[in-house]
């Protein structure tokens, strides 16, 4: 009896309808080219309809979003963008198929098996053989073994079934889901909870709305990577509920000046974060640093590549210190504090640093 062909994903829809604005979408076979929808529909002079794209690195724009003398959306760069017919264009694929693509070599048909090859060293082609990956494969089959996985760069843009992720990949504990589609919350939320092992998430690259609305209880995160994700401090407010047992918070290169809180004050809860990674970021004020003081279990602070001219240590005297502990000392458990590459060049600056109880490294 003939066997099955293997799953292969099931892509979008390549028709106008299958776009929304706002979503994130990869040039059609290269899931590095990443953009976002910013205008349905017909352009002047041009038949059929047309998707406006707003491409990440601006790489092959042509345009700010108008055309012709008629603005159509306002793009980020003068020439980050282009309009694109729906077929040029992807909206992803699940997560499940991605980790099927990446992790099952079974996948491969003959025929794409048949077509891998090396150069050996005199230029020569050599086809690769699939030696030895019975074994191999009887264990990646298994998706119960695989604790970590690494799908970047691969148009992820759903997490498919919940319950079909959840009974593939049941003991995942490590995800990178760098330079992929999403931008929802609400689907970050899903995919954390239908992996209940998850406790590393890193979102790196993928552009988030600022869109939430429910924020569940994700215990299970313990170290969430949001590296270039466009966020802003309003939303880490909002998202800090769900993630309340965090060890680690990676917020490199946002673009973030200002800590804005809920009073305007202090940061109040994440009672585990220690490790917080602002580097590469648009801090020129230590004012929005002291906001983070009373973050009693933070151990490390991560300021890099910012534009911080000087460092003062607060003082823990009312009305500095939180409302509801007067006797709270700023930055009590900070062991080390990364200031490189900043505009720091007064010795008042490096005496203060002397004051936090438990510097050790800077």
Known sequence: MPSCPPRRPVMSSTTAAAFRLGQRVHAAGDPRRLGTVRYLGPVEG?????????????????????????????????????????TALS?????????????????????????MYVFSTSQKRVSVE????????????????????SVSYMGVSSIGAPNELNSLVPNLKLLDLTGNLF??????????????????????????????????????????????????????????????????????SNRLNMIMTLDGKFVQGFNTLRL?????????SWDEIVKLSY????????????????????SNLSPDGPIDDAAAVPFEN??????????????????????FPSLRAF
């Open 46 to 86: 041009h038949g059929g309809v047309w998707v406006g794209v707003d491409w990440d690195d601006g790489a092959g724009g042509r345009h700010d979003g108008s055309l012709a003398g008629r603005r159509y959306f306002v793009a980020v760069g003068e020439c980050s963008a282009t309009f694109a017919r729906p």
């Open 91 to 115: 909206g992803g694929i699940s997560l499940p198929d991605a980790l099927r693509l990446r992790y099952r070599v079974q996948d491969f048909t003959k025929e794409e098996q048949d077509e």
């Open 130 to 149: 699939f030696v030895g990956t019975d074994k191999v494969q009887e264990k990646l089959n298994n998706f119960n073994e695989l604790a970590s996985a």
């Open 183 to 252: 931008s929802q919350w609400q689907d970050i939320f899903s995919l954390c909870q239908a992996l209940a092992s998850l406790e590393v998430l890193n979102l790196t690259n993928n552009t988030m709305e600022n869109d939430v609305v429910e924020t569940p209880m994700l215990e299970n995160i313990r170290i969430l990577v949001l590296n270039n994700c466009g966020v802003t401090w309003e939303l880490v407010e909002k998202i800090k509920v769900s993630f309340s047992c965090i060890s680690e918070l990676h917020l490199m």
């Open 276 to 284: 917080l990674n602002l580097e590469d970021n648009h801090i020129d």
């Open 295 to 314: 973050l009693r279990s933070l151990e490390q602070l991560h300021l890099n590549k910012n534009r911080l001219k000087h460092v003062k240590y607060p």
């Open 334 to 355: 900070l062991q080390v504090l990364l200031l490189g590459s900043n505009d720091i060049d007064d010795f008042s600056s490096v005496d203060s640093l002397n004051l």
